[in-house]
């Protein structure tokens, strides 16, 4: 097990996930045997789409980066708390019926029990970082 993992904006770039569905999780609360495996080193490299992709797992904490490619919908989580992070482009998210434009470097906490969608009205590169995590039975649909 590797002491720590080092994720580049370039490498997370290269990454084949975020250019065909947009998504991909590093940190995640349960390993998907089939598409994920624990990483072997500190430096995270983007799976071939072959290989199973490198990750950390942690019982309450998930981090995923994503581009407006990926599949966005209307939900809220009952304990979980999302921290968006823009790292490129513009992106804009309805948190409770309001609209907000990030730009890089922005940051936005969206608090358990709170609607919101990411809109994908623009190109961007996110990261969010989902904290005390239930994993998907925690996500709520509208």
């Known amino acids: 097990m590797t002491p720590a993992l080092l994720i580049t904006l370039e490498a997370a770039k290269q990454d084949p996930a975020l250019q065909t569905r947009g998504d991909r999780k590093v940190l995640v609360t349960d390993i998907l045997p089939d598409s994920e495996q624990e990483a072997p080193a ?21 981090l995923a980066f994503f581009t407006e490619r990926a599949k966005q919908t209307r939900h809220c989580h009952k304990i979980g708390t999302e921290i968006y992070t823009l790292l490129e482009g513009a992106m804009t998210i309805e948190v409770a019926g309001e609209l907000y434009r990030l730009a890089p470097g922005d940051t936005l906490v969206v608090k358990p029990g709170t609607w919101h969608e ?8 996110c990261q969010v970082v989902t904290v005390n995590c239930a994993g998907i039975k925690d996500r709520h649909e509208h």
């Open 42 to 62: 500190i430096v995270w490299r983007a799976p071939s789409p072959q290989a199973k992709c490198p990750v950390v797992t942690r019982r309450d904490t998930e």
């Open 118 to 125: 990411v809109k994908r009205d623009s190109k961007f590169h």
